[in-house]
């Protein structure tokens, strides 16, 4: 199974992400969506999972949870928006990835068996940080990660 994940997209959804995202199988939005239309274009392409950041404000936002956990084949997938409000203990909770936005830094560490990932922010550009997400593919258990940057 092949998800695209992104977050912080401020509202703006680039086509360069749209085009990327086309052929995925689930899409999970890390917060700070800017506005509803977002999850509406998204959900075009996929079904799509998401979480409220710190800036999505209003009734739309308000239908949000904070944070999710999502299974998808044999691996759970929790998503926030700022990995510093975790309040769980992923290999408790036998978490296969943490899912979170809000630096805009985009990475994938693994941690204690864990995979930590931050897709980045496909919104507007902050400060000298790069326009990316990431591809999470899922076989059974085994979540695999990619980074893609986008080229805009």
């Known amino acids: 199974m092949r998800i695209g994940l992104i977050s912080d997209t401020h509202g703006l959804l680039r086509p360069e992400a749209l085009a990327f995202l086309r052929g995925c199988d689930r899409i999970v939005h890390g917060g700070d969506i800017g506005r509803a239309e977002i999850l509406e274009q998204l959900a075009g392409i996929a079904p799509v999972t998401a979480v409220r950041g710190n800036n999505d404000r209003g009734a739309w936002a308000r239908a949000l949870p904070e944070t999710t956990t999502l299974t998808v084949e044999d691996a759970r997938l929790y998503v926030l928006h700022d990995v510093k409000a975790l309040a769980v203990d992923p290999r408790r909770a036998a ?58």
Do not use: Q
């Open 95 to 152: 978490l296969a990835a943490v899912i979170a936005g809000h630096s805009h830094k985009p990475a994938a560490i693994d941690r204690d068996g864990v995979l930590f990932l931050n897709p980045g922010s496909i919104g507007p550009r902050r400060f000298t940080l790069p326009i990316a997400m990431a591809l999470l593919t899922v076989r059974g258990a085994v979540v695999r990660a990619r980074i893609v940057y986008l080229d805009v």
